[in-house]
């Protein structure tokens, strides 16, 4: 008799823990920045995809001031989820240095359009995919790209607000 209680409490845990390993753990409390590849036919140096990457994670920082920010590569801190961004250069634009000497309306910024995946770090699910337009410099006009990628990770509820 003893034995259908143990194999029923048995059965209950293994059926529990399947289902949490299989759920999403959103909101996330960190997040892994990976660098992008550049589409066919763009041309993407390599300082400005380490740009692009910093300027992500550093915007994301400061929206979600208690996230952990990882690059790729990181190890990741025991008992966060991850939420993994990445994407694809579809159009680069480099800054104009000339223009860039001038002052006012950010003349000569570089730009970067580009598809941001969202995904599961643990898991590889893609949660959302956007293309994204956005300067990578602070002498760009308007929004960075990083500062509209951290909003669209707070508008969909992706990271854990601070």
Do not use: W
Request: charged share 20%; net charge neutral; glycine share 10%.
């Amino acid at each position: 008799m003893q034995i259908r209680p143990l194999a029923l409490a048995a059965v209950c845990a293994a059926v529990f823990a399947t289902s949490a390993a299989g759920q999403s753990t959103a909101p996330y409390s960190a997040v892994e920045v990976d660098p992008f590849v550049a589409d066919q036919g763009v041309v993407f140096p390599a300082d400005y995809q380490n740009a692009l990457v910093e300027n992500i994670a550093r915007e994301t920082s400061v929206v979600f001031n208690t996230a952990v920010i990882l690059r790729e590569g990181d190890a990741v801190p025991f008992g966060h989820a991850v939420l993994r961004i990445s994407g694809t250069v579809v159009k680069f634009k480099p800054g104009n240095g000339a223009k860039r000497s001038l002052p006012g309306f950010g003349a000569g910024g570089t730009v970067v359009q580009a598809e941001v995946r969202f995904a599961d770090a643990s898991t590889g699910q893609v949660l959302l995919i956007r293309e994204v337009k956005g300067h990578i410099d602070s002498q760009g006009a308007g929004e960075s790209i990083g500062r509209k990628i951290a909003r669209l990770c707070d508008a969909n509820r992706f990271v854990e607000s601070h």
